[in-house]
């Protein structure tokens, strides 16, 4: 199956800092990927698209300016969570759609993200 | 808008047949995705359904019903690493965003 990796996979940090994840498919190339959010016991929340070559697109809600996409490569999209706080504590998810054989959409193992 | 329903748990029995319901209201649907999440790990893919009937894959499959809003994921012959969320999820026909519903957790009784 297709294979995208998140580096990393465990961040602990100090309130007000600048934390950066990073999104790659491995085996494809992907023009499009996905970040989610997901407290515990919730499910996943989409937060924004994250388009290759051009802005990414934010989900209601979500502060362009507090997580800063970058699809800098067709293999390569980054999230940066700018000034984290307590809250901004979750499991952060990238995803990338594969258009064959089969078009769908596969993710990370996950970016476990803890701000002290 | 958008609303995915699934249950929010189910229990079954190792070697016993489970059938995880979900329902959806879109606007402008591109197809019905099932993905299978153990607790800390991120989701992973088992089933894509675009088109009405039955998607067959080992001991899962998958129905879905465009007409009613409808799809089911069936686990046969379940084991214990079953346990898990199964979360249903619907793409948009306009931007290809893929929606999730809250995740049923299984629990597999021995």
């Known amino acids: 199956g297709a294979v995208v990796s998140q580096h990393p996979s465990w961040v602990i940090c100090k309130s007000g800092t600048s934390v950066k994840i990073e999104c790659r498919s491995l085996d494809f190339q992907a023009t499009t990927m996905f970040w989610y959010r997901q407290f515990p016991k919730q499910s996943l929340m989409l937060m924004a698209t994250?388009?290759?070559?051009?802005?990414?697109?934010?989900e209601q809600g979500v502060e362009k300016d507090k997580f800063l996409i970058n699809h800098a490569s067709l293999t390569l999209s980054t999230l940066t969570v700018t000034s984290a706080h307590p809250e901004d504590s979750s499991f952060y998810i990238c995803?990338?759609?594969?258009?064959?054989?089969?078009?769908?959409?596969?993710f990370g193992p996950g970016t476990r993200l803890l701000v002290l | 808008g958008q609303n995915i329903d699934q249950p929010t748990e189910m229990t079954a029995t190792e070697g016993a047949i489970v059938q995880i319901n979900c329902t959806y209201q879109?606007?402008?649907?591109?197809?019905l995705f099932w993905y299978q999440q153990h607790a800390g790990e991120a989701p992973t893919f088992l089933s894509y359904?675009?088109?009405?009937g039955l998607e067959e894959k080992g001991r899962f499959s998958s129905f879905l019903s465009r007409s009613k809003g409808y799809s089911y994921l069936l686990l046969k012959e379940l084991q214990m690493k079953d346990s898990a969320s199964y979360l249903c999820?619907?793409?948009?026909?306009?931007?290809?965003?893929?929606?999730f519903g809250k995740g049923t957790r299984l629990h597999i009784l021995p």
């Open positions: 995803s990338a759609s594969r258009p064959s054989p089969q078009e769908t959409q596969y």
């Open positions: 999820a619907v793409r948009r026909y306009r931007d290809d965003k893929i929606i």
């Open positions: 359904n675009v088109l009405d």
């Open positions: 994250s388009n290759e070559g051009s802005k990414a697109t934010y």
């Open positions: 879109t606007s402008g649907f591109n197809g």
